[in-house]
């Protein structure tokens, strides 16, 4: 049912050249309550699996996700087809590349991985991605315990940014 809406939406999307949330095919989940962080609702565009909204209702979710499309067209001038099949973009890891023996010394130490191969973080990646709902304060200061270095200036938790005080501090 998923990919006929798609095929829908895309031949209907032939006939314009500027799309808005309603030119897209849309799927709806409601989610049982078992988390009080998690959001009632999720609304994906379908074959564009990072392109979702949120919202404890429908509407909610639906705004949320038209708010994305607008910061995306924003940001890039067009969005794609609807209908067609939009390709996970990673961000860069150039920034991160050029620290990593400290990376790799801070996922073990600071953040506690046994290892760190199954561990992918990129320049845009944060220490608030490692604590969901919590706070980075106590990387903060385990980052302080074991590299003697103070990020706690570094409001955004950049990891990118993170590593290269580190690094400076040497």
Known sequence: MDQLKAIFKYIASLFKSDWSIDDYPL???????????APRWVVQIINWW??????????????NLAERLRE???????????GKTV?????????????ADIAERFL???????????????????????????SAEEYMEKIRQVFDVDVTDIESGNLA???ERIHRAR
Do not use: N, W
Not at 27 to 37: C, S
């Open 27 to 37: 799927r709806y989940r409601e989610h049982a309550k078992t988390d009080p962080q």
């Open 50 to 63: 990072g392109m979702m909204g949120t919202g404890e209702s429908r509407e909610e979710a639906y705004g």
């Open 72 to 82: 995306r067209r924003a940001a890039e001038g067009r969005l794609p087809r609807p």
């Open 87 to 99: 390709p996970i973009a990673f961000a860069s890891t150039k920034r991160v590349d050029r620290y």
């Open 108 to 134: 073990c130490e600071v953040m506690g991985f046994a290892s760190v191969s199954p561990v992918f973080i990129s320049d845009e990646s944060c220490l608030g991605d490692f604590c969901p709902g919590g």
């Open 161 to 163: 940014d993170i590593f």
